[in-house]
């Protein structure tokens, strides 16, 4: 099984190809990835999910951690197989596919080539609370979000007033899926913080008071 491969890119046409040590491994990309690849030519390091068939073994690669995340749920949902997750994948970045399933919205779905109605709609039932929780790991910039304050950070001054930790990360995550900071703030400052309270009760609770 080939996760991860290294080594100097070569764009033929619409395929991509890693020589790796004089052995060329022909990849498929999204056209968001396909974006961001260097030139032929240069290193590129890719994460790589492996299909194994009867008669042909099949890679798939991705720059980011994010979108070989997403694509890992998608093929989960009947139907979506490798290839239709990279068009999926092609049709928008990772976080605004995510925000989209998030906020259970078909009919945006359906502009993305290669998402119909049906398709939509069982990315929907399948990955809605799935990708609520992506949302909790990335930042707004649609990178992976820092788990600690690091070292010499500045800090708030004793007697300052603050919002709970709990509801700056469901603020970060509605921002993150595509609502305005304005809406985040107000649907997050009503919301009760009890000792049992955890980030994905808050954020379902969020949810249910934001705007369609």
Not at 77 to 97: E, M, W, Y
Not at 106 to 133: D, F, Q, S, Y
Request: net charge negative; charged share 25%; hydrophobic share 45%.
């Amino acid at each position: 099984m080939i996760a991860r491969l290294e080594g100097v890119l070569v764009r033929d046409g619409e395929h991509v190809i890693v020589d790796c040590g004089g052995i060329g491994y022909e990849v498929t990309c999204s056209a968001f990835t396909l974006a961001a690849l260097p030139a032929s030519g240069e290193r590129v390091a890719l994460r790589v999910f492996t299909q194994v068939r009867e008669t042909q073994i099949a890679l798939y690669g991705f720059l980011e951690a994010e979108e070989r995340g997403l694509f890992d749920l998608l093929i989960t949902v009947k139907n979506v197989g490798p290839s239709t997750a990279i068009a999926i994948l092609s049709g928008s970045s990772p976080r605004d596919i995510a925000a989209l399933i998030a906020r259970e919205d078909v009919p945006g779905l359906t502009r993305i080539k290669g998402i119909g109605k049906k398709t939509a709609e069982l990315l929907v039932v399948e990955l809605h609370e799935k990708c609520e929780m992506l949302a909790l790991t990335w930042n707004v910039e649609g990178g992976v979000r820092p788990v600690a304050t690091h070292a010499g950070a500045a800090r708030p001054k004793p007697g300052s007033h603050l919002r709970h930790p709990l509801l700056g990360e469901v603020m970060a995550a509605l921002v993150s899926m595509g609502w305005r900071p304005a809406e985040a703030e107000q649907a997050v400052a009503e919301l009760p913080v009890g000792d049992d309270a955890s980030i994905e009760t808050l954020l379902r609770q969020a949810l249910r008071s934001m705007p369609r």
